[in-house]
Each structure stands twice: as structure tokens, then as C-alpha cells.
């Protein structure tokens, strides 16, 4: 994913963290860091989620799908495997 893609998702994770109605972002957020993730390592694991999620919502050409979101913000934190992407992952350009 382009540093520049990743940063214009973390400003879309910074408007859910300040919304009412994404609430589930920020419980993520906090669950993260409670985990040991610095803050900013835990928005780029939110942020890569709503990548992917959008990633799929142009390729299938549907809706944004917010329980498949919240499904993969449930499974954070990602597991760092020296930097290679797993084989389930889907590069985002």
C-alpha cells in the first residue's frame, strides 16, 4: 500500500474515531493500545482494515460492508511476520 493511500486512510480512521456513529472504531483503537501498540501502529492496523474493505468494495462494485469491516477490526492486531505480506492479503495500490 502507498504511504499516500495509507495516509488518506488514517484520516478516514480519524473521522471515525470522532464519530458517534462509528463508536466500534475507537473501542478498537483503545483495545489496541491496551494491548501494546502505540497509537500510531494502531491506526495503520485500522486503517489497512478499511483498505481492504474498500479495496472490495470497488473490485465486487457493492455497498461498503460495515460487519465485514467491524469483523476484521475484531481480529486486529495483525501479527508482524517480518514485513512479507500473508498469503490472504490483497495488495492495495
Known sequence: M???LLSHL???VDQQL??????YVAKTLDR?????LDETEAKTQI???LG????????KRRGFDEKSYRAALDELPMED???EPD??????S
Open 2 to 4: 502507498s504511504d499516500d
Open 10 to 12: 488514517i484520516e478516514a
Open 18 to 23: 470522532a464519530s458517534p456513529g462509528t463508536k
Open 32 to 36: 489496541l493500545v491496551k494491548a501494546g
Open 47 to 49: 486503517a489497512i482494515c
Open 52 to 59: 481492504e474493505e474498500m479495496d472490495q468494495v470497488l473490485r
Open 81 to 83: 511476520d517480518g514485513g
Open 87 to 92: 498469503e490472504n492479503s490483497k495488495e492495495i
